[in-house]
């Protein structure tokens, strides 16, 4: 019951919550579009966490889960005519299968290997995908228009999907702190410390790694099933593109890595930061080193993030901030 | 059929040298301090454009440009350590990762700026002979050649000079090195440098060969990975072995399966080995 009343999750679900519904009570396309790239930030950000702030391991291949999952919900619903649940379950449940087993495999491998491991999946899922024919190969697939009559029409259709992705969001920040607070997250974060003492102090640390990486998987899988109806087609090249899994660490990296709140923090600034950047004539063209500056600098500097720097700085703020 | 495989093998292993280049500095850079350098890329492609505008700007042959592009790879690299690199150094994987990714978005951030996405091309052609069933491209021998004359020189200089001992001291135990009196910042800010210095080499020799842009460095990247694994991460005479590999397969694999499966083969290839023998073929240390 104590951790249902923490503070820290009533802060790390009400920002995300208002936000959220700011769109719904303001009825503007404008901002629900804004907002959407926010919350899916988010999702991909607290969902990465689970790995990479909790268990210490460095994953460059996290949008895989995001490509492949949409991948499969999209085939459903443009080759079998699934409907958009059953889809969002698909490519769910495809992604933490992929995770399962790609995690029984290359989590046997630590630090770097494990990194270059997991440029290496992102790499061959991508080159597999493009000449993968049943999904379209290069080319991709696209919706028939007629899919979205089903949900009444495009325009509440792009709102139906507006609501399951702040469902989605607020349901990955709540399975992140239920990690944290758990028996399961505290042997997690002791792989995080040292693997091999947690080993001997009875974490039995291949399956709870192996686990971790399948939880951080399945959202991300949902998550593109919904982007991908939303945009109405799917490439390889916007399903798997490695740069979206280097922004999503510094999202994480930014916000603060193994806190609950830091992630949703990092994903909200680092998008509105983008946005302002992408507009401003001076930035434009250099964004991507105005971002890399800026990921140089908390990693030399603050490499506890904002949320983890302000948890050290005010201890106060520690029953606050999870 | 077997003189089209055999002429495209021949074709394949002579890039391979290339490769081979291409993933030593990270190879040795790993080998040193266990950082994996994930500027290499852009550090390829600033090579390839300093080859570039000495070629156009100044005249020079493409061949002697590898000196200014060795020179400008270098102090690239050892700025990247200072800045980036030597703060880190001691932290977890991720820090490393991480800052040199920055340096990465950074140097591509700007370069895409200042240098745009255009598609350049070194116009040096030197001709071809024919050799049994091969028809041999003087560039690709040249370049071949070139990485030869690289790596003895790198092997000289790691085991004639006393910089070179310096680094070797470093790399089997820094504490006691620093113990013995080497001065291991600076041995570091070096190493860092001279797997920059042949990153940059690599890409001006590529830019004898093929078209590039600013991020064009990218895929060499990503080959310099595999093939550093291939040969066993840490060690630049096996991340040569591997790039010879790499390239063989990269000849006969089309033969064999369409030209689009290529890549597929070669990253499952590359998680394959990370799980079954990290060490590479040449197997090493952990």
Do not use: C
């Amino acid at each position: 019951m104590n951790r249902i009343l923490h503070p820290g999750l009533w802060v790390a679900l009400g920002l995300p919550a208002l936000v959220g519904a700011w769109p719904l009570l303001t009825g503007s396309p404008a901002n629900r579009e804004l907002v959407f790239t926010i919350l899916l930030s988010v999702t991909l950000a607290s969902s990465l966490n689970i790995l990479l702030g909790y268990t210490g391991y460095v994953n460059f291949g996290h949008i895989v889960f995001f490509g492949l999952g949409g991948y499969i919900g999209f085939y459903l619903m443009s080759a079998h005519s699934a409907s958009l649940y059953l889809a969002m379950a698909a490519g769910g449940l495809g992604a933490g299968l992929l995770g399962l087993l790609l995690g029984r495999a290359i989590l046997r491998l630590r630090g770097a290997y494990f990194a270059l491991a997991t440029i290496g999946v992102n790499e061959a899922a991508r080159a597999f995908v493009n000449n993968f024919k049943p999904f379209g190969g290069p080319i991709g697939m696209s919706l028939n228009f007629q899919v979205f009559s089903e949900y009444g029409g495009a325009t509440d259709a792009l709102w139906l999907v507006y609501r399951l992705m702040l469902l989605l969001t607020l349901s990955v920040i709540l399975v992140s702190f239920a990690v944290k607070t758990s028996r399961f997250g505290l042997g997690l974060r002791a792989i995080r410390e040292n693997e091999d003492a947690a080993e001997v102090m009875g974490v039995v640390a291949p399956s709870a790694k192996s686990w971790a990486y399948t939880l951080s998987a399945i959202f991300p899988g949902i998550a593109g099933v919904l982007f991908f109806f939303k945009n109405g087609n799917v490439e390889p090249i916007d399903a798997f593109r490695l740069h979206t899994s280097i922004e999503v660490i510094v999202m994480v990296m930014l916000g603060g890595a193994g806190t609950v709140f830091g992630p949703i923090l990092g994903a909200g600034v680092y998008q509105r930061l983008r946005g302002l950047l992408l507009v401003s004539p001076v930035f434009k063209n250099i964004q991507l080193a105005v971002a890399g500056a800026l990921l140089l600098v908390i990693i030399l500097f603050v490499p506890a993030g904002v949320v983890g720097w302000l948890r050290h700085r005010f201890p106060f703020l520690r029953r606050v901030l999870e | 059929m077997i003189e089209t495989i055999l002429a495209s093998l021949i074709d394949g292993v002579l890039l391979g040298f290339v490769y081979g280049l291409a993933a030593m500095g990270l190879a040795l850079i790993f080998g040193v301090m266990n950082v994996i350098n994930l500027a290499h890329g852009p550090t390829i492609a600033l090579g390839m454009f300093v080859s570039y505008f000495a070629f156009t700007s100044l005249g020079l042959s493409p061949y002697l440009a590898l000196i200014p592009a060795g020179v400008f790879g270098l102090l690239l690299g050892m700025v990247i350590y200072g800045v980036a690199v030597h703060r880190v150094i001691n932290a977890p994987h991720l820090s490393t990762l991480l800052a040199t990714f920055a340096v990465n978005m950074i140097l591509i951030g700007i370069g895409t700026a200042v240098l745009t996405t255009t598609p350049r091309n070194i116009d040096f052609r030197l001709g071809s002979f024919v050799a049994g069933p091969a028809t041999i491209l003087w560039n690709r021998l040249a370049a071949a050649t070139a990485t030869i004359v690289v790596a003895g020189l790198l092997y000289l200089f790691l085991q004639r000079t006393r910089p070179g001992k310096h680094i070797r001291a470093v790399t089997d135990n820094r504490a006691a090195a620093e113990l013995m009196g080497i001065p291991s910042s600076r041995v570091l800010a070096l190493t860092f440098g001279i797997g920059s210095m042949l990153a940059a080499v690599a890409g001006a020799v590529i830019a004898t060969l093929f078209p590039f842009n600013v991020l064009s460095g990218g895929g060499y990247e990503l080959k310099s990975f595999l093939i550093a694994v291939l040969g066993s991460l840490g060690n630049p005479f096996g991340a040569l072995l591997g790039g010879l590999v790499l390239g063989a397969l990269e000849g006969v694999l089309p033969g064999v399966v369409p030209t689009t499966w290529v890549p597929v083969f070669e990253f499952v290839l590359f998680v394959l080995i990370l799980l079954w023998r990290p060490t590479g073929l040449l197997g090493g240390r952990q």
